[in-house]
């Protein structure tokens, strides 16, 4: 079974900042999916970014981007210009290539100080 | 921009009685989901649901949970007799054919007493 693993459990990062949130992953699989949610104290869930795992390039959404490293099964979360309205829990979230249920990591809090 | 929405947003009820959790998915999507969030606990995979049928579902999934899709736009999480720890937050999913992402309800906070 696939499991992720967020080994950071609180983040903290000065507004205008840059701050990396990690997460590591363990499969067996080569074709999958990867994926950054955000859960503001709203609790909804906020898809932040994708990476699929045949691609080479690390994804990029404005000041959110990736360090995607597959042979590590490393997933990094970096946001630059860190502003108040990015504090939340952070989900990192695992998805077969032939499935389709998410698998997430236990989450990290990052709060943003001003 | 099309959107997840679950009803009620907060549901209180005594232990033992079956609850009815909506949701109406993105209209065009055919994968329907429900995952499950225990105060400060990480989002636990409950089902999936396509063509009219389970997909898959976790070994949270007992007897006593059921889904439905009963017309063409809500899907449904019954509750048949909830104990104190099926206090969550529930959260629908939905995701196109072929799409890769899933696209998350603002989640329904049940408290059970």
């Known amino acids: 079974a696939q499991t992720v693993t967020q080994s950071q459990p609180e983040m903290s990062v000065q507004e205008a900042e840059t701050v990396t949130l990690s997460c590591t992953y363990d499969?067996?699989?080569?074709?999958?999916?990867l994926f950054w949610y955000k859960q503001p104290p709203s609790r909804q869930m906020i898809l932040v970014i994708r990476q699929e795992a045949y691609k080479q390039q690390n994804a990029t959404e404005n000041r959110f981007s990736v360090n995607f490293q597959k042979a590590a099964k490393s997933f990094s979360l970096k946001i630059s210009d860190s502003q108040l309205g990015d504090a939340a829990m952070y989900f990192c979230?695992?998805?077969?290539?032939?499935?389709?249920?998410?698998?997430f990591g236990a989450g990290t809090i990052l709060r943003v100080k001003s | 921009e099309p959107e997840v929405t679950q009803t009620p947003s907060h549901q209180v009820t005594q232990m033992g009685q079956e609850v009815i959790l909506r949701c109406v998915p993105i209209?065009?999507?055919?994968?329907f989901y429900w995952y499950r969030q225990i105060l400060g606990q990480k989002v636990e995979f409950l089902v999936s649901?396509?063509?009219?049928?389970?997909?898959?579902k976790s070994e949270i999934f007992d007897d006593q949970f059921s889904v439905e899709r009963p017309d063409g736009s809500n899907f449904t999480l019954k509750i048949r007799s909830t104990k104190l720890e099926d206090s969550a937050m529930y959260f629908c999913?939905?995701?196109?054919?072929?799409?890769?992402?899933?696209?998350f309800g603002q989640g329904t906070r049940l408290t059970v007493v």
């Open positions: 499969t067996s699989e080569s074709d999958y999916y």
């Open positions: 979230a695992y998805r077969s290539g032939g499935g389709n249920k998410l698998v």
């Open positions: 209209s065009n999507h055919l994968y």
């Open positions: 999913a939905s995701s196109p054919l072929g799409g890769t992402e899933a696209f």
């Open positions: 649901f396509y063509n009219n049928e389970i997909s898959e």
